[in-house]
């Protein structure tokens, strides 16, 4: 009797635990699904280029501004940006917006700090931001604007348009063929042109060697008149005025911060200056070939839109251009100066 006893302890007791292993197992399989389901889930975002968040509409993206000096041109670009970028992705977007004050070095210290903060992407208004930008980081998203020629200015050789790596944006660059077919129109008579530039811009220099080579086929003497900075652009520019009939001035953000000092100087001496942008036109010019810089601000913020969502990848991503260009002119100064302009000129608004 008391084996019989026994005997049936020992059933119940292997029921007992075969019937807890079962539990265990069921438990087990319902955990593993679900951790491969939420695998599963996250693999599908990474391949999409997006965090889960993104994919809701729920991701916050903090986006570094590094403006190189404050002018028109300049500004316009940035404020088209932020509105691009907010009209597309709302309050899901934090802007930190630095101007660099016109020092170089001020760019570098700028996006040092941004890179430590591992900010989500970086705009680089200008040649120095963007240069500063490639040599502070490979990983953070940059888009360059307000940037003439992007080979010129990150010293690639055969430039295809596409930088590569972190690196894209947008080029303010106009056809310098007809800038320079722009003082043949309307200066014939004249004999010498003076390019007035900043000599610390990698991208001033390209413009005024393209534009020398073109007016040079047009039968001008043309003559360089760079300038280190601010400091001594008065006697720089007193200099050229003394020796030019016309003076260019390429599209040059040194120039843009400081065309009062050009134009007290050019003038009074008489001598009219056809700019490289509306801006720079705006203060001490007589004519220009525009572009609207706030419209390449816009171009700019759809990239950078389209980068944070994981749409595009900026490796890919070819430099974006204004599309269209446009005759202005200063009404101003062309009647201290007495110079016509065809009909096809449109007056910059004052």
């Known amino acids: 009797m008391k084996k019989s006893k026994k005997a049936l302890a020992l059933i119940l007791a292997g029921v007992m635990a075969a019937s807890m292993t079962a539990c265990g197992s069921g438990k087990t399989a319902e955990t593993t699904q679900a951790a491969a389901d939420a695998k599963t889930e996250d693999t599908k975002a990474a391949e999409s280029g997006e965090s889960k968040d993104a994919a809701s509409g729920d991701a916050k993206y903090t986006v570094g501004i590094c403006q190189l000096v404050q002018h028109v041109a300049l500004d316009a670009a940035t404020e088209g940006f932020k509105d691009a970028l907010t009209e597309e992705l709302g309050d899901q977007v934090t ?15 700028i996006i040092n700090s941004f890179v430590s903060e591992d900010v989500d992407l970086i705009l680089a208004n200008a040649t120095a931001a963007l240069q500063a930008a490639q040599a502070g980081t490979d990983t953070i998203p940059v888009l ?13 050789d055969g430039f295809d348009g596409t930088v590569g790596g972190n690196i894209s944006g947008t080029s303010d660059l106009a056809p310098l063929n007809e800038q320079a077919a722009m003082i043949k129109e309307l200066f014939s008579d004249a004999k010498k042109v003076g390019l007035l530039y900043c000599s610390a811009e990698a991208n001033s220099q390209y413009q005024v060697d393209t534009v020398k080579a073109e007016l040079e086929k047009l039968g001008y003497t043309c003559e360089y008149y760079a300038f280190s900075d601010s400091n001594d652009l008065a006697t720089i520019a007193t200099n050229a005025a003394n020796n030019s009939d016309v003076i260019y001035i390429p599209t040059d953000n040194t120039a843009a911060a400081n065309t009062e000092i050009i134009n007290n100087i050019c003038q009074p001496a008489g001598v009219p200056i056809i700019a490289g942008e509306e801006g720079i036109c705006s203060g001490c010019g007589v004519a220009t070939l525009s572009i609207s810089y706030y419209d390449l601000g816009v171009a700019t913020g759809k990239m950078a839109a389209k980068i944070l969502t994981g749409e595009s990848n900026v490796s890919e991503m070819p430099i974006e251009y204004a599309p269209q260009f446009t005759k202005k002119y200063n009404k101003t100064i062309c009647e201290a100066l007495g110079v016509a302009v065809p009909d096809d000129y449109v007056a910059i608004e004052e």
């Open 95 to 109: 802007f930190d917006e630095q101007n660099a004050q016109g020092d170089s070095n001020t760019c570098a210290t």
């Open 144 to 156: 360059g604007t307000a940037v003439t020629e992007y080979g010129v200015a990150l010293g690639i």
